[in-house]
Structure formats: C-alpha cells, structure tokens
C-alpha cells in the first residue's frame, strides 16, 4: 500500500503564496506521474498541475504562470508552488500519484489540504 501525506495548506490574502507539499510512503516501487488536483464546494474536481517521472509538467489554464509543480524522486515527494493567489483557488487541493510495484499498477490519493484565499 502507498500513502499520500499533503501539509502546508492553509488561510491567505489574496496576492499571496503558499507551498504544499505531498509526500508518498510505502510499497512506492517504480513512482511515475505525480499531480495536485483540487475540488472547490459544489464544483467537480478538477486537475491542476502534474508532473512525470521525468520532470515534464502541464497545468490548468487557470494557473499557468502562477503556479509551479516540483518534485524530488530522492524524497518520493511533489510539491506546489502558489503564488499570486485569488479567491477562487479555494479548494481542498488533492495529491495523486502512482507506479508501479512487484509488477502490479496502484494509484492512490492523499487526504487533501485545505487552501483558502480571503479577498
């Protein structure tokens, strides 16, 4: 089993930033892609970011330019950057990740963060 811990999340100003961080545990094997998503009240979630083994990233078109994804395969950690932020990235922000282990496929999902932006 693989566990997703998210920290960092948190109440800031519109204009701020904020970094969370995700942090994968357990039978990890072949880590490939990971990713933030988020789901605001009422709403879908939704991607935000992610990042593949190899470093490649792709974001939503609604936060390019203020958000950054970084990982550190040592660490089997991913991280978001989040700046210039406005209220409607509050959002419980999910991290997601998976691989590959003894041969088998798993795909797991973090408790989520809160992240709120006050106008």
């Known amino acids: 089993q693989v566990q997703l811990v998210e920290s960092g999340g948190g109440l800031v100003q519109a204009g701020g930033f904020l970094r969370i961080t995700c942090a994968a545990s357990?039978?990890?094997?072949?880590?490939?892609?990971m990713a933030w998503y988020r789901q605001a009240p009422g709403k879908q979630r939704e991607l935000v970011a992610a990042?593949?083994?190899?470093?490649?990233?792709n974001y939503a078109d609604s936060v390019k330019g203020r958000f950054t994804i970084s990982r550190d395969n040592a660490k089997s950690t991913v991280y978001l950057q989040m700046n210039s932020l406005k209220p409607e990235d509050t959002a419980v922000y999910y991290c997601?990740?998976?691989?590959?282990?003894?041969?088998?496929?798993?795909?797991?999902w973090g408790q989520g963060t809160q992240v709120t932006v006050s106008s």
């Open positions: 997601n990740a998976d691989g590959y282990y003894s041969g088998g496929y798993w795909n797991d």
């Open positions: 357990g039978s990890i094997g072949r880590l490939n892609a």
């Open positions: 990042i593949t083994s190899g470093g490649s990233t």
